[in-house]
C-alpha cells in the first residue's frame, strides 16, 4: 500500500472541490494537527491486546464491539481517521487497514507514525463526502469521532456505497453501535 501519482493528482482535484465548511475544517485541523504531532511519541496498544476490557469507557466499547468479529485480513476503513489512532490499533490486530481525512497535514502524521511502527497502512487525504474507494470494498467502516464533522446524509451515502453487506460488513459508530 502507499501514495503515487496518481494518489497525488486526486488529492490535490479533490482539494479544489471542497465546500465552504469542509475548506474551514481543512484549516482548523491543519493547527491542530501541530499539537497531535507533539502528543504522539508512544502508541499504546493496550485497547486491543488487553484481555481486560474496560466497559465503562466509550472507546473500550467500540474496540470490543469491533474486536468481536476476526479482524485479520478484513479491509477496514476509518473515515476521517485524523492522526491515525484508529488505523494503528487496526493494523496491529491484522486487518488491511485503509485511512482517510480531509486534512493533509493529519494524515501526514499519521503516515510517519504508521513508518516508524512499522504498520502497512493506506492512508488518503478525501473527504467523507466524497470517497474515491470501489463500492462494496470494505469489510468494517468505522466512523469514530467525525459524524459532527461532515454533512451526514453525504457522508451517510459514501458510507453505504464503499461497504460491503455481508460478512463482518457495518459501519461503527462512536459508541460501539453497528449502525448499518
Ligand atoms: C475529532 S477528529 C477525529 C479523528 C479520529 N477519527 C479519531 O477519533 O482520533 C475529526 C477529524 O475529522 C476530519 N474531518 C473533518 N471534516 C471532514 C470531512 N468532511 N471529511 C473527512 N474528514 C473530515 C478532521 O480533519 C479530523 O481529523
Not at 481543512?26 to 504522539?40: G, M, P
Not at 481525512?101 to 502524521?109: L, R, T
Not at 457495518?170 to 453501535?177: A, H
Amino acid at each position: 500500500m502507499g501514495t503515487g501519482n496518481n494518489e497525488k493528482a486526486n488529492e490535490i482535484r479533490s482539494a479544489t472541490l471542497l465546500t465552504e465548511r469542509q475548506r474551514r475544517e481543512v484549516h482548523f485541523h491543519a493547527e491542530y494537527a501541530i499539537q497531535c504531532a507533539a502528543d504522539y511519541h508512544r502508541i499504546d496498544y493496550d485497547i486491543v491486546e488487553s484481555k481486560k476490557r474496560r466497559w465503562w469507557n466509550q472507546a473500550w466499547s467500540m474496540y470490543t464491539a469491533l474486536l468481536s468479529e476476526p479482524l485479520v485480513d478484513k479491509r477496514v476503513l476509518a473515515v476521517g481517521c485524523g492522526a491515525g489512532a484508529d488505523c494503528f490499533q487496526l493494523a496491529k490486530v491484522g486487518a488491511l487497514t485503509y485511512g482517510c481525512d480531509i486534512s493533509p497535514e493529519m494524515v501526514e502524521i499519521a503516515r510517519t507514525v504508521a513508518s516508524r511502527e512499522g504498520l502497512d497502512i493506506d492512508f488518503r487525504v478525501m473527504p467523507a463526502e466524497l470517497l474515491t474507494y470501489p463500492d462494496r470494498y470494505f469489510d468494517v467502516v468505522l466512523v469514530h469521532d467525525i459524524l459532527h464533522h461532515v454533512d451526514i446524509p453525504r457522508t451517510l451515502a459514501e458510507l453505504l456505497r464503499v461497504a460491503k453487506n455481508s460478512g463482518v460488513s457495518g459501519i461503527l459508530c462512536d459508541s460501539g453501535q453497528l449502525i448499518y
